[in-house]
């Protein structure tokens, strides 16, 4: 073997060794970067496959460097991606069911229960005395703050739909932004890797990206021969085709009454201007949870709670318009007639009449009768009758089992939560194994490339010194 061939597999050593080195100190710069796939180096021996001046077997050429190759399991990804997805369905559910829990907590004041019952107790004691003026006082101020306790609901819980649209628009925004980056790195990697680059990481920052879209919609992913990703939202279609994207639109629609969704609220299609939702067809992640707490939960209790307000107003009305005020009055409406179910807890208000003359309230059927109590009783009595649900539940039911499906769904979801927190936690410690940084291993790493060089270059300092001895015995 010549000198040339001994400082030609020293050079290749040292080549290999600085490539290590390298990588351990990427790899060290990036242990906290989130998303990193830690790296190593591949080399193999290299051979000339000669036979050697005296003609005895070949002798190898030293190393090649043949990639620096990224530690990842794609399944694994996979995996973190649908968790990831899960968690974000949760906790974002979990943001929202606590807000409306809140407007139906009746802990640290009188709920809507209560002053619904205060306000049929006041009937109770109006028939005990129907001459009294104080208990009208009483009744309209009770008929009063049910309706204010109708209206406050209702707002807070249009307040709350109105913010779920808010944060619709924000991760759509985002989701559409997060396409762009992915199809740019797309066509990145594959431009480095047909100039025969590693891009490593250009693959752990698409990872990374296709991990944060998945937090908003459940996505199905593919790559193709050039490495290239494709993203599909499951049940909509395409959001990324290799070097192409497709956009999705917001915009305001009437209300979808078959979905829950309010007049005015904000609608998904995959038009600039509107057309055909698809709002319904997104599953999963942020953007799934708050389209099903706004349309489907959040609907619910709002057609609820208007049916209740209907259901009171129209049956207190039946019954008050048949009694008799203390001025011979007959007819009279105690609230404001409502025309529908829909919007009735907006739409509750006393009528003018009881608004204008408590002596409009009626306690009695018979004219001329100041002590006829009969009406009064039978208002009374509505707060045990059953005329929600067809007749089948009473005012209290109705309202306890709103109250109760919000917490039912917030325990529910609380529970999901936590569970999905544990099963993320420990994929996340998985995928550290196996692609993690640590930095002991790496600065092991590093010693041991660094003795490798050092001992390349004693090689070459050797052959040097061979052919200083060599070109002395010519000379």
Avoid at 23 to 34: K, L, R
Avoid at 114 to 126: D, G, P, Q, S, W
């Amino acid at each position: 073997m010549s000198n040339v061939n001994i400082l030609q597999s020293s050079r290749s050593g040292m080549t290999t060794s600085q490539a290590g080195i390298a990588t351990a100190g990427h790899n060290i710069s990036n242990a906290n970067t989130e998303g990193y796939s830690r790296q190593r180096v591949k080399s193999e021996a290299q051979v000339s496959g000669q036979m050697n001046a005296m003609g005895g077997p070949y002798v190898g050429q030293g190393s090649k460097l043949t990639t620096i190759e990224r530690v990842n399991d794609q399944y694994l990804e996979h995996q973190l991606r649908d968790g990831a997805r899960d968690m974000a369905h949760f906790e974002e559910k979990q943001v929202f069911l606590g807000q409306v829990e809140d407007v139906f907590n009746e802990m640290n004041g009188d709920g809507l229960n209560r002053i619904v019952a205060k306000f049929f107790n006041e009937f109770r004691k109006l028939a005990n005395d129907p001459t009294s003026e104080a208990i009208r006082q009483s009744v309209r101020e009770s008929s009063t703050a049910m309706v204010n306790d109708f209206k406050r609901i209702r707002v807070d819980l249009d307040q709350i739909r109105a913010h779920i649209d808010n944060r619709i628009d924000g991760n759509m925004r985002e989701l559409n932004d997060l396409a762009v980056q992915l199809k740019e790195l797309n066509v990145r990697i594959h431009a480095a890797e047909i100039q025969g680059h590693p891009a490593s990481d250009l693959e752990d920052r698409r990872d990374h990206i296709l991990q944060k879209m998945s937090t908003y919609v459940d996505l199905s992913v593919h790559k193709d021969n050039n490495n290239m990703v494709s993203v599909d939202i499951r049940g909509v279609g395409p959001i990324v085709t290799g070097p192409n994207h497709n956009e999705y639109y917001l915009g305001r629609a009437p209300a979808q009454e078959a979905e829950g969704s309010p007049d005015g609220a904000l609608q998904i299609s995959r038009s600039q201007f509107g057309g055909q939702y698809i709002t319904q067809q997104f599953q999963g992640g942020k953007l799934g949870a708050l389209i099903e707490t706004r349309d489907k939960m959040m609907g619910g209790v709002i057609d609820r709670l208007d049916q209740l307000a209907h259901a009171i107003a129209t049956s207190v009305n039946e019954l008050h318009q048949q009694g008799v005020t203390a001025n011979g009055k007959t007819g009279i409406s105690f609230f404001k007639p409502i025309d529908q179910v829909s919007g009735a807890s907006h739409a509750l208000a006393l009528s003018d009449e009881i608004k204008a003359d408590v002596t409009n309230i009626a306690t009695g059927i018979a004219p001329h009768a100041a002590s006829d109590n009969r009406l009064a009783l039978a208002l009374a009595n509505l707060q045990n009758a059953r005329f929600m649900n067809d007749g089948s539940t009473t005012v209290d039911d109705f309202y306890n089992s709103i109250v109760s499906e919000v917490g039912v769904a917030s325990a529910k979801n609380t529970e999901a939560l936590g569970q999905q927190k544990g099963i993320l936690s420990n994929m996340q410690k998985m995928r550290d194994q196996i692609s993690g940084v640590s930095i002991d291993e790496e600065v092991t790493n590093l010693m041991q490339f660094q003795h490798a060089f050092d001992a390349s270059a004693r090689v070459m300092k050797v052959a040097d010194d061979m052919m200083d001895t060599i070109l002395r015995l010519r000379s």
